[in-house]
């Protein structure tokens, strides 16, 4: 297995874990033209993010996006960990693990201390598999609001 960014060679895979994700994690169809879109679109413009992947052979078995926040409060970066999806049979090998510890790794090269994810209330298996991994949960509350067009 190889830890490695993404690539635009990557983007059709990681778009269809996404959906792939979305399905189980929320049980929520997406569409995968505009998540093809917003995938490319990351691996295009470093300023967005970036992916990491877990490949076994030419299989992305494992991926985890990561994007920024800027905390004026703390006067440093915050890398929010995005659309993590192990496939199912990879799951409980250490994909995730390896990928975070990939991740740890960065963060320290790049002076960042503080990750966010965010996980919906009703996916409980990903919460317990956090919360094993040493996060906590944290005292706020995400609001959102979509503007019309």
């Known amino acids: ?50 992916y990491l992947v877990a490949k076994e052979k030419k ?36 994909i995730l693990k390896k990928l975070l510890v990939f991740v740890h790794d960065l963060a320290r090269r790049e002076n960042v201390t503080i990750f966010h994810l965010y996980v919906h209330k009703n996916n409980k298996k990903a919460i317990k598999i956090y919360e094993r991994m040493g996060m906590k949960k944290e005292p706020y509350i995400i609001y959102g609001h979509t503007i019309e067009k």
């Not at 926040?69 to 993590?84: C, G, P, R, T, V």
């Open 59 to 94: 299989t992305i078995i494992g991926q985890i996006l990561v994007t920024f926040e800027w905390s004026d409060w703390k006067a440093m970066n915050i890398w929010w960990l995005q659309s993590i999806y192990v496939q199912e049979k990879w799951r409980r090998h250490g």
């Open 1 to 50: 297995m190889l830890i490695r960014f993404a690539q635009e060679e990557d983007i059709e895979q990681i778009a269809r874990n996404n959906v792939q994700l979305a399905l189980v994690s929320e049980n929520r169809n997406i569409e995968f033209d505009k998540v093809l879109k917003g995938v490319k679109q990351v691996i295009e413009d470093k300023h967005k993010g970036f």
